[in-house]
């Protein structure tokens, strides 16, 4: 069974850092794009970035220039270093990729849990 495991949430001053991970785990044959989604109270969840498995980056224009998306194939795992933070980036923030379990063929859409980020002062 597929899960992608998130850590790294937590509460920090505007302007400044944190560094989130999702590792997959399972029975995984190959790996496309990875991701993360932000949601914030009476909000659409939004795409923040994804990276493609050569190491394409894709922002949003409002962390463009602030967040960096990065991902180790090795270890099926996806960063977000966020610098630079604001209140207004305050959400939950959730792991996706495009994974292809053991014995299929097509790649489906995975979630992890979610993690908190809250910027506050």
């Known amino acids: 069974q597929v899960q992608l495991v998130e850590s790294g949430g937590g509460l920090v001053q505007p302007g400044g850092s944190l560094r989130l991970s999702c590792a997959a785990s399972?029975?995984?044959?190959?790996?496309?794009?990875m991701g993360w989604y932000r949601q914030a109270p009476g909000k659409q969840r939004e795409l923040v970035a994804e990276?493609?498995?050569?190491?394409?980056?894709n922002y949003a224009d409002s962390v463009k220039g602030r967040f960096i998306i990065s991902r180790d194939n090795d270890k099926n795992t996806v960063y977000l270093q966020m610098d630079s933070l604001k209140p207004e980036d305050t959400a939950v923030y959730s792991c996706?990729?495009?994974?292809?379990?053991?014995?299929?063929?097509?790649?489906?859409?995975?979630w992890g849990q979610g993690t908190q980020v809250t910027v506050s002062s």
């Open positions: 990276v493609s498995n050569s190491g394409r980056a």
């Open positions: 996706n990729a495009q994974i292809t379990p053991m014995g299929f063929l097509i790649p489906r859409q995975y």
């Open positions: 399972g029975s995984i044959s190959s790996i496309n794009a």
